[in-house]
């Protein structure tokens, strides 16, 4: 999902200067419906009309921003980080046995069958 963030404007001396909102300022997209557009652009703009939004938002006369950032990927570790991870930790403690078959199998698909053994799937 997509953060959407709407910043409400007024004019003050020609210049658009940031006012307190009139209620919630964020909402969730898929991913899906801004993989095309850049963030901080004025294509980001029209996400201010998204189903999602505040009807507030939707209403808002004056100027404004509104832009998204993509949530965060999980953290977690790919198959071959970890395969590379228990390959350091069995060599150091087997020798180099574990460290060549983990070599071998790094950039397929594999799976740990036990006895220090990986097998590919």
């Not at 993989?35 to 507030?56: F, G, M, T, V, Y």
């Not at 790919?78 to 069995?90: G, H, K, N």
Request: aromatic share 10%; hydrophobic share 35%.
């Amino acid at each position: 999902m997509a953060k959407v963030t709407f910043r409400p404007q007024a004019w003050q001396n020609d210049y658009a200067i940031e006012v307190d909102p009139e209620g919630p300022t964020t909402w969730q997209v898929p991913d899906k419906e801004v993989k095309n557009i850049k963030p901080h652009s004025l294509e980001s703009d029209a996400l201010r009309e998204h189903k999602n939004a505040p009807q507030w938002v939707k209403d808002w006369g004056g100027p404004f921003e509104c832009d998204f950032e993509l949530d965060e990927p999980n953290p977690t570790k790919s198959a071959d980080e970890l395969i590379r991870e228990i390959a350091d930790c069995l060599a150091e403690a087997s020798g180099d046995f574990i460290e060549k078959i983990a070599n071998k199998t790094l950039s397929k698909r594999h799976k740990y069958v036990g006895d220090s053994m990986f097998e590919e799937v």
